[in-house]
């Protein structure tokens, strides 16, 4: 048997031309693949990148975000004097959309390559939440926060965990994404004064009609692809008609059943059955729909105080063309005040970074008046000390939208302030759905025509869900209960503020 | 003796003759270690990017696995349970099956009139189309959907045509209306697609020996039997492999529905992938565990209804058999 087996291969060896060649060329062939497995092997650990992380480099700091018009601010007036001053530090920064941002968070982090800093765009979880995943490392002990003029946007649950500062909020909490931006060139052709803002809804329908009718474009561009735009744009429009929000802080009850919100969907349903709505908008996110609106194919845009900002970085001509912004119209002629929480922490330092002190001095500068000024200048979310935005540099749109905000939004109570155990309610909450954008979306596109009765379902479900959330988290052990959620000191005409929650 | 020298005994057992297979592992390694060592980074990639992930979605589906923690919680079929109580899966089952049940057919349909088109040779330019309809196929798929939204828009080309035609009185948005989301991903899907399974109907069409035409021809049959009782005939073990790959691809759909729908408005175009990739990316708290419950549930459901499919058409099989 061996010697047939040998003399098989010796004859197949011995039928090949060149055959003292063919073993070595497969010698050769197999080393060249063995080589280059290993070096595949030896880069497979991820991106190419080392399964250590960014952080082990010493002096190299990686910075996450989704803010686009910051871009060149942070770069300029942050990172490159930080690093002339600081000759061993390289600060590698990478700006991805909110989305993206929030998905590449995840996986990093499951792979240890997170960031050193990053924002939490992307990622809807509490700070809490991943605060108590051990997500983060405190900052406090490293630089001086409490020596700001932002300490007082400096709320337990939010921004500070067992006494100790995580973040710092570096934008306000005073705004909202449904301000009336306005294409002034258009108004022009369809005689309408940019300068005057529409103060009811009907008087909004009657501007927007009169636009579709004389500038022939739809008066407004509502994207309505996006399901948070959507539920966005029916809270904001549901609290200008009276509502305290999503929840009545006084009893701790979802209200989304009540008449404001059911007013909402009704008059977003009239602008569509008034054909003053962009055709197009159902097929559109946000970004597609300023990008579009920017082009001219729309007179009215509502979203947030961020878009000249965005505006300035990708379409300057629709700026320099010109823009406005409106109030927010209310349905009558008396105004109501619309409520969102605090500005949150913006920026977290990653528990693998080994960077903390160079991370948390930039929160520091980036907490200073001069930073905040600058921050204003890029007209991107107001700054956490508004008040800056009077003297900075920015368009006169943008300035007059940060005085409107400041007139209509009031900063509401959060429960995580309230009791941090509560991020345990939300973290065991089950997402609702239809959800509010959805509810929308279905009676904006006819899938269903019974609002009160699709936004009924909604409240039950939510009450129920949170209910459901509280007994288990309880059952747990978290000392948690619905009273939580009940601020009755809450006066929807006034700011909430720390005063508010010691007096609870 | 005679006949034991003459006789014409094999020079070795059959056992022997089979002795150069049944060579041990290692010896096999020994010998074709080259082989081995050529395909072990397939092997690998395989098994890191195919393998595991379908091992440990079965694992994840048992766990309860917020998506900002590092591990998850065992519960069981808990995820299981759950699903079947959500409206909202079986609403994205169904669209996946509906996606299914249309595609595949017009996709395998329409490519086998487009490949008995072109391989006819009266057919000019044939060459020409051959490209033009294969080009969508090598077009990733998120910017065809990005594109296609545009197309299909109220103000999109295809919405206006439909109103000059008369079949539509005012321009629609196909994309976002409840009623015809799911349909118009269909058809984007189908015409992307098309050109492959073309390729394919082509290359089994190159199979049938031309002497099976000229015999036929020769018989008196026209183009239309001929078609009929020569051509479909010969074609049918083709259409069961191609209708399999394309069943296969009726259910990687992500890509271009995410960016033509996102599963909009209202779910009425949410495929199973979609609920998939909300469930474990897009919600509150991403469910890591009960998204992964989601694809192993669809993947079994799936399996069932292809064994009943595969039962149901024997059994007919032999029904028509015996009533013949």
Redesign the interface.
């Known amino acids: ?1 061996n010697s047939t ?1 040998d003399n098989g291969v010796g004859s197949r060896r011995g039928n090949l031309p060149g055959a003292a060649f063919a073993m070595n060329r ?1 010698g050769f ?2 080393t060249v ?2 080589g ?2 290993g070096a ?2 030896a880069a497979c650990t991820g991106g190419g990148q080392s399964s250590d992380g960014p952080s082990a480099d010493d002096g190299v700091l990686q910075w996450w975000d989704q803010f686009r018009p910051l871009t060149s601010m942070l770069e300029a007036s942050l990172f490159e004097p930080y690093m002339a001053a600081n000759s061993g530090v390289t600060i590698e920064r990478r700006q991805m959309e909110g ?1 993206d941002l ?2 590449a968070i ?1 996986v990093a ?2 792979s240890n390559q997170m960031p050193d800093v990053h924002s939490l765009a992307g ?3 509490t700070p809490a ?2 605060v108590s ?1 051990d ?1 983060f490392q405190p900052i406090g002990g490293h630089a001086d926060f409490d020596g700001t003029e932002i300490v007082d946007q400096l709320f337990d649950g939010l921004h500070r965990f067992d006494g100790e500062i995580y973040s710092v909020p570096l934008f306000s909490g005073r705004f909202h994404d449904a301000t009336p931006w306005v294409n002034t060139e258009l108004l022009s052709q369809a005689d309408i004064d940019p300068a005057q803002s529409p103060a009811t809804w009907d008087d909004l329908r009657a501007t927007a009609r009169q636009i579709t009718d004389r500038a022939g474009v739809p008066g407004l561009l509502i994207p ?4 948070p735009y959507l539920t966005a744009l029916v809270n904001w429009l549901a609290q200008s008609a009276g509502a305290p929000g999503t929840i009545d802080w006084t009893t701790g009850a979802y209200v989304f059943n009540s008449q404001p919100f059911v007013d909402a969907l009704e008059f977003l349903l009239s602008l569509q059955q008034d054909g003053v709505v962009h ?2 908008g ?2 559109m996110g946000a970004r597609d729909a300023r990008a579009r609106w920017a082009a001219g194919e729309a007179a009215i845009y509502p979203w947030g105080p961020w878009i000249i900002g965005g505006l300035m970085v990708d379409e300057p001509e629709a700026v320099e063309r010109g823009i406005d912004a409106w109030r927010l119209p209310c349905p009558e002629t008396t105004r109501n005040v619309v409520h969102r929480g605090p500005g949150g922490g913006v920026f977290w330092v990653s528990n693998e970074s080994q960077q903390p002190q160079i991370a948390a001095e930039l929160l520091l500068q980036m907490s200073s008046r001069e930073f905040q000024a600058q921050l204003a200048s890029a007209m991107d979310q107001p700054p956490a000390l508004i008040d800056v935005v009077a003297e900075a540099d920015v368009h006169p749109a943008y300035a007059r939208n940060i005085g409107y905000l400041a007139d209509d939004v009031r900063i509401s109570p959060v429960p995580e302030t309230g009791n941090p155990s509560t991020w345990r309610v ?2 065991e ?3 609702i ?2 959800n509010l954008g ?1 509810v929308a ?2 009676i ?5 025509s019974d609002i009160r009765g699709e936004l009924t379902r909604l409240n039950d479900a939510m009450s129920a869900e949170r209910d459901r959330a509280i007994a288990a988290v309880a059952g747990e052990g978290a000392e948690v209960s619905i009273e939580d959620w009940v601020f009755t000191n809450w006066e929807p005409s006034q700011d909430y503020d720390q005063a508010a929650y010691a007096a609870r | 003796m005679t006949l034991t020298t003459s006789a014409p005994a094999p020079a070795i057992s059959p056992t022997t003759a089979k002795e150069p297979h049944r060579l041990s592992l290692r010896r096999r390694l020994r010998r074709d270690w080259w082989i081995y060592l050529f395909l072990l980074p397939t092997l690998l990639g395989y098994g890191a990017y195919t393998v595991y992930p379908l091992v440990a979605s079965w694992w994840y589906a048992f766990l309860d696995w917020p998506g900002f923690a590092m591990t998850g919680t065992f519960t069981g079929l808990d995820n299981f349970r759950r699903l079947l109580a959500d409206d909202l899966f079986w609403n994205a089952f169904r669209k996946s099956l509906l996606f299914l049940v249309v595609a595949v057919p017009a996709r395998v349909g329409l490519a086998l009139l487009l490949a008995l088109w072109l391989n006819s040779r009266r057919t000019p330019f044939s060459g020409f189309f051959r490209t033009l309809f294969f080009l969508p196929v090598v077009t990733t798929g998120a910017i065809i959907g990005i594109v296609f939204t545009l197309l299909l828009d109220a103000n999109g080309p295809i919405s206006l045509a439909l109103v000059w035609a008369g079949i539509t009185d005012s321009p629609t948005n196909l994309v976002a209306s409840a009623g015809t989301s799911l349909y118009a991903g269909i058809a984007v899907w189908v015409w992307k697609w098309l050109g492959i399974t073309m390729i394919y109907w082509l290359a089994a069409l190159q199979t049938i020996p031309r002497d099976v035409h000229e015999a036929a021809m020769l018989d008196g049959a026209n183009a239309r039997k001929e078609l009929w009782h020569v051509t479909l005939p010969l074609l049918v073990p083709f259409l069961v492999i191609i209708t399999l790959i394309d069943t296969v691809g009726a259910l990687n759909v992500f890509d271009l529905m995410q960016t033509l729908t996102g599963g909009g408005p209202s779910f009425s175009s949410e495929v199973i992938e979609i609920f998939i990739y909300r469930t474990a990316f897009a919600a509150t708290v991403p469910q890591l565990g009960y998204a992964s419950a989601a694809a192993v549930l669809f993947g079994l459901l799936t399996m069932v209804l292809a064994v009943v499919q595969a039962v149901g058409v024997r059994w007919a099989r032999r029904q028509t058999k015996g009533a013949s």
């Open positions: 048997m087996t497969r062939l197999g693949g063995a280059g497995l595949m092997l989305p929030g998905q995840q982090r499951r990622l809807d979880a939440a991943l995943e997500w309505t692809k996006e399901v055709p197009s159902a097929s939300a973290a909450s089950q997402d759905h239809p959805e979306q279905a904006l596109t006819g899938s269903s």
